[in-house]
């Protein structure tokens, strides 16, 4: 469902150039939990901007199922976010003078439900994620782990094909860690992508795929080959 | 709809998270708006058409009759002395004509004698006045003829003020002593600018209160509080002997109106006007150079050199005023956003297009046009008052009408989207990925 080809990211600044990535080529299939790992520095939140179309890139190719991303409007990109994509960032990145069911809530304000609608999908996110009762709580009140939760409720309530999660448990003590990741292995099964930054050995191993990045460079067996038959070349 | 609420509740939270800065916008803003509207007011109703319906019909006429040999004297009188009225009117092309000037005097009812009298404005004219400017009649009607004639017609609210109802034809008012019947009682009435009376920089006054005949205003020596201007007049002061005097001698002091239907009548008057000045002329008369004027109500402030250049200053002291406090405003304002980054990114991440965005931006546009539309109003009327105090002859044009407060508060919503408009694009195109980083 995510395909990736021969794709480059250079940060300019006035004095230098950095090179983000360099020449990625990557697929993720369809109900995958993928693992991104490597050493700071080396691309892993550059390359989930760029999965998530946060960022743009300088070379390649990024098709989002089989539909290439680039040349795609504002308004295209929004709507691709906010339907097949969902963010988990480090820092929860919750709005503080919301209510839980709130925060939950905007992004499918954006996608034009109704309210009703918008109830229901809240609702059973809040369910999923085991805070059903706390709806009306405002993330102050939550734990480090409780506000994730909400920012993974937040993330499913759209059913997005696909998680993006940037160190989801950077923040969070081992327990609470775990229960994240927990709540992460059952969305999964639940048919949900998840492709996943992460610093910590043992999740890397419990997904059921470990992708490693070395300065902007992809650097495993799960490098794929571009397909002849598929376009390569930039604007192509 | 819904979504116009939330934006709301949003826009309310941002504040909440910043009240001060945001007051302080606000209040910069309002400063800004509120010295604009009490300028722009004054301006409004100065530089307005008081009577759009027959504008382009009315005219103020005067000759270069002044005695004494002067060859390049170009510029008319002011006002035009009594002789020469006489003889630029009933020319028959006019459908209305009226020679005027203003006054003032003391007034009190027959019943209330003893009272101390009150201080009325007065217009001296002639019966067409109230044709010629469309003046409403609540009861009773203009005087039949242009005759010296014991009668006035009053305004609603001095018939109220003296007499506390507005059906009082046939009752009697003392004016400086004298007795009146009152004829005609006027319904509400204003012209403003009151380009009749723009001589003295008069016009910006509330119409007056009472209304006498020219005659008798001549007859009792009622003259002009406005300008009153002899030429080589020679007399003793004596009051017995001024009706004879004002009206034989260049006394001037009439204003005098004229109104012309079409271009044909403007014309024909012009012609009527060229004759008769050269009438004079062989008549050894009107001795300056012809200088006719024959100036459209429009053009009178201009022609009588009677524009507020004061307020032209304030006006564009104001605006520049304006000017800096939407950049101050927009500076504040860019800050506030600029704090509030983190939050525009997070919902681009979660999928609100830029142009979802803006939905949340006019919500702010809204509410903060809301509040300044409010304080804007209030500065404006202290500025109002504050003018009004330096310039007491603005006073009657303080007021503003629905359609003013309309205009303001579109202005305001402009202005505010003006001040919120680069901060948004900032906000909205700024890129996404470093304000999540935490
Ligand atoms: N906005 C930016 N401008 C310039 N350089 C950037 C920008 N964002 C990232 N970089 C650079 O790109 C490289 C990759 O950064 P990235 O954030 O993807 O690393 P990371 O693997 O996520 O590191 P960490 O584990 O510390 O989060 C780094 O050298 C970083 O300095
Ligand atoms: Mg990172």
Redesign the pocket.
């Known amino acids: 469902m995510i395909k990736i080809n021969n794709l480059s990211k250079i940060?300019r600044?006035d004095l230098i150039e950095?090179h983000?990535l360099r020449q990625i080529n990557l697929q993720v299939n369809e109900g995958e939990f993928a693992a991104l790992t490597?050493?700071?520095?080396?691309?892993?939140?550059?390359?989930l901007n760029v999965l998530g179309t946060l960022e743009s890139f300088d070379q390649g190719d990024y098709l989002l199922d089989g539909r290439s991303v680039k040349g795609l409007s504002d308004r295209e990109l929004s709507a691709l976010r906010n339907e097949k994509i969902g963010f988990i960032f480090q820092g929860f990145n919750l709005i503080k003078d919301f209510s839980l069911f709130d925060n939950i809530e905007l992004p499918l304000r954006y996608r034009g439900f109704s309210a009703a609608e918008r109830k229901r999908r809240v609702e059973q996110a809040l369910e999923t994620v085991g805070l059903a009762a706390r709806r009306d709580y405002h993330p102050s009140q939550l734990s480090g782990g409780q506000q994730q939760r909400v920012a993974i409720a937040r993330a499913i309530a759209g059913e997005p094909r696909i998680l993006l999660a940037d160190?989801p448990t950077g923040n969070l003590d081992s327990l609470m860690a775990r229960q994240v990741m927990e709540l992460l292995e059952k969305i999964n099964q639940q048919g949900c992508t998840i492709l996943m930054?992460t610093?910590d050995p043992d999740q890397a191993r419990r997904a059921n795929r470990h992708i490693q990045?070395v300065d902007?460079q992809l650097n495993d067996a799960t490098m794929y080959e571009p397909l002849a038959s598929e376009p390569l070349v930039a604007g192509a | 709809m819904e979504a116009l609420l939330h934006n709301l509740k949003l826009s309310w939270f941002s504040i909440k998270r910043a009240p001060l800065p945001y007051a302080l916008t606000l209040l910069i803003l309002s400063l800004g708006l509120g010295t604009f509207f009490s300028n722009a007011t004054l301006y409004y109703w100065m530089n307005r058409d008081p009577i759009p319906q027959k504008s382009a019909t009315l005219f103020m006429a005067r000759i270069n009759s002044t005695p004494g040999d002067c060859t390049d004297c170009f510029e008319p009188p002011r006002v035009m002395s009594y002789m020469d009225m006489q003889k630029m009117s009933g020319s028959g092309i006019p459908s209305a004509e009226a020679a005027m000037f203003s006054s003032d005097a003391y007034a009190k009812t027959v019943e209330n004698q003893q009272a101390t009298p009150s201080q009325v404005e007065l217009r001296v004219t002639q019966r067409d006045f109230f044709k010629l400017f469309d003046v409403p009649f609540l009861h009773g009607e203009t005087w039949p003829d242009n005759k010296a004639r014991m009668e006035v017609v009053i305004s609603k609210n001095t018939a109220l003020k003296f007499f506390s109802r507005t059906d009082v034809v046939g009752q009697e008012m003392l004016i400086d002593d004298k007795l009146y019947k009152v004829i005609g009682v006027l319904d509400d009435w204003a012209m403003l600018p009151r380009l009749y009376d723009v001589n003295g920089r008069r016009s910006a006054e509330p119409a007056e209160d009472i209304y006498i005949p020219l005659e008798t205003a001549y007859d009792l020596a009622i003259q002009s509080n406005t300008q009153n201007s002899y030429f080589d007049v020679d007399w003793d002061g004596n009051m017995a002997t001024y009706p004879q005097m004002a009206r034989t001698n260049f006394a001037n002091q009439l204003q005098f109106w004229v109104q012309l239907d079409s271009p044909e009548k403007v014309q024909q008057y012009q012609q009527f006007l060229k004759n008769l000045v050269a009438d004079e002329k062989a008549a050894g008369r009107h001795t300056r150079p012809e200088s006719n004027k024959l100036d459209n109500i429009l053009d009178v402030q201009k022609a009588m050199r009677a524009t507020n250049e004061q307020l032209d200053a304030f006006a564009l002291v104001a605006s520049l005023f304006l000017l800096v406090c939407v950049v101050n405003a927009s500076h504040l304002s860019l800050n506030r956003y600029m704090a509030n980054q983190y939050e525009f990114s997070l919902r681009r991440a979660l999928g609100a297009s830029r142009w979802q965005l803006q939905g949340q931006i006019l919500a702010d546009v809204l509410f903060s046009s809301v509040l300044a539309f409010a304080a804007a109003l209030l500065f404006a009327q202290l500025g109002l008052w504050t003018i009004n105090s330096l310039l007491p002859s603005t006073r009657a044009l303080a007021g503003w009408d629905w359609q003013m407060v309309a205009v303001m508060a579109l202005f305001v919503v402009l202005i505010s989207y003006l001040v919120t408009l680069y901060p948004a694009l900032k906000t909205s195109f700024s890129?996404l990925?470093?304000q999540l980083k935490q």
């Open positions: 940060f600044t950095t983000a490597g050493p700071s520095g080396s691309g892993k939140s550059t390359l160190e930054v610093h990045i902007g | 890129p990925n470093q």
